[in-house]
C-alpha cells in the first residue's frame, strides 16, 4: 500500500526558506515521477513541481527560480526546497504520487509580511 507523508510546515515570514519533505512508503520514488500540489484559500490545487525517475525537474512559472524540488533514494524521500517565501506561497503543499493518484495528508505553509 502506498503511504505518502509530508512534513516541514509551519509559519514562515517573507523572504525566509523552509524545506518540506515527503516520506514514501510502498513504492521507490527513484523509479517514478513525484510531484508537489499547493492549493490556496478559496484555489484550485495547483502543480508547482515536479521530479522524473531520470532526475528532471519541472516548475510552475510562479515558483520558479525559487523552490526546487529534489529526492534521497536512501532515504525514500522527496523534498521541496522553498526559498524567498512570499504571502501567496501561503497554501497546504501535497505531495502527489501520479500512478495510481496518490497524495498524502498536506502540510500547511503560511508566509507572513
Known amino acids: 500500500q502506498v503511504q505518502l507523508v509530508e512534513s516541514g510546515g509551519g509559519l514562515v515570514q517573507a523572504g525566509g526558506s523552509l524545506r518540506l519533505s515527503c516520506a514514501a512508503s510502498g513504492i521507490i520514488l527513484s523509479r517514478n515521477t513525484m510531484g508537489w500540489y499547493r492549493q490556496a484559500p478559496g484555489k484550485q490545487r495547483e502543480l508547482i513541481a515536479a521530479?522524473?525517475?531520470?532526475?528532471?525537474?519541472n516548475y510552475a512559472d510562479s515558483v520558479k527560480g525559487r523552490f526546487y524540488i529534489s529526492r534521497d533514494s536512501a532515504k525514500n524521500t522527496v523534498y521541496l526546497q522553498m526559498n524567498s517565501l512570499k504571502p501567496e506561497d501561503t497554501a497546504v503543499y501535497y505531495c502527489w504520487y501520479p500512478t495510481g493518484d496518490y497524495w498524502g495528508q498536506g502540510t500547511q505553509v503560511t508566509v507572513s509580511s
Open positions: 521530479i522524473t525517475s531520470s532526475g528532471s525537474t
